[in-house]
C-alpha cells in the first residue's frame, strides 16, 4: 500500500473543479483516505515548498497557494500511488500536457496548474505528515 498527497489548489476551488479532479482520481482505482479544504497559512506553503525557496517563482507561488482555499487529499493504494497521481496529472506545464491528464484537458498557465502531487515517496511522507500531522 501507498500514499500520496493531493492538493486541489486555490484555481482548482474557485473554478469547481475539485469534484472533476476527485472522480478522475477516484475512478483510476485510489482512495481518498484523508480531506480537508482549507486556506493553508504562509509558513506551511513556505515549508512544503522549500525545495523552490531560491527560484526566480518562489513569492507567487506561495501567494497563489495561500490565496484562498484548497482541498488537501491523502490518497491511497498501490505502492507506487504518487506516481500514478502524478500520471494523471500530467507535466507542469498545462499548455504542453498531454490531452487525457488533468492539467492537459482542464488548465492553461503554469501558475494556475489545479493540483499539486508528492513526487516520490519521500516527499509524500513528509507532504502527509505536514498536512496531516494527525493520521495514523
Ligand atoms: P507541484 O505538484 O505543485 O509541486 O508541481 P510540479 O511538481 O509539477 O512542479 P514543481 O514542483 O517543479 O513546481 C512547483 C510549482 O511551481 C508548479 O506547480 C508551478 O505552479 C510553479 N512553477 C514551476 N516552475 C515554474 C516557472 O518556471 N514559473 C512559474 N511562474 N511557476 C513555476
Ligand atoms: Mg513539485
Redesign the pocket.
Known sequence: MGRTLVICKPDSVERGLVGEIVTRIERKGLRIAAAELRTIERPLAERH?E??RD?P?FE??VS?ITRAPALLLVVEGPEDTWRIVRTL?G??DPSTAPPGTIRGDLATE??E?L???S?GPESAEREIALFFPGLR
Open positions: 515548498y525545495e523552490h527560484k517563482f507567487a507561488l497563489f496529472m507535466p507542469t503554469t501558475t496548474n493540483i499539486h502531487g513526487d
